[in-house]
């Protein structure tokens, strides 16, 4: 298993989830970190972008399933944003965290709620 990671942090997107009708239907800002473990051996020794990972593809698949299908859980959302990554980029392991800024529970000044998931192929 490799050891190397490849990490996209602070990804904001817009998505409608949420347990309330009112989350769902006004949606709101959703942050993602992502790491991914891969071999980046061949590619760091060669200096050839053709042997690793192309970041943008990790933010394609997070902004899909983010802007995508309301779901009622952010656990559903990194759930799906790791096992997404896992099947189409091919990897070895990914490790996600779900940020949730300025949850709505009972007027209550809280700064964020956040799920991270660890999942291997």
């Not at 239907?25 to 051996?41: K, P």
């Not at 759930?79 to 965290?97: G, P």
């Amino acid at each position: 298993m490799a050891e190397d990671r490849i990490q996209v942090k602070g990804m904001k997107f817009f998505g409608h989830h949420g347990i309330t009708e009112e989350e769902q239907a006004i949606g709101q800002r959703i942050e993602v970190d992502v790491e991914i473990e891969v071999d980046l051996e061949a590619a760091g020794r060669a200096d050839d972008p053709n042997l690793t990972l192309d970041y943008t593809l990790i933010y394609q698949v997070t902004r899909e399933i983010v802007e995508g299908k309301s779901v009622k859980l952010i656990e559903t959302l990194a759930e799906s944003i790791a096992d997404r990554l896992i099947l189409k980029l091919n990897v070895d392991s990914a490790w996600v965290k779900v940020i949730k800024p300025n949850p709505p529970i009972d007027n209550s000044v809280i700064g964020y709620v956040a799920i991270e998931v660890q999942r291997d192929k």
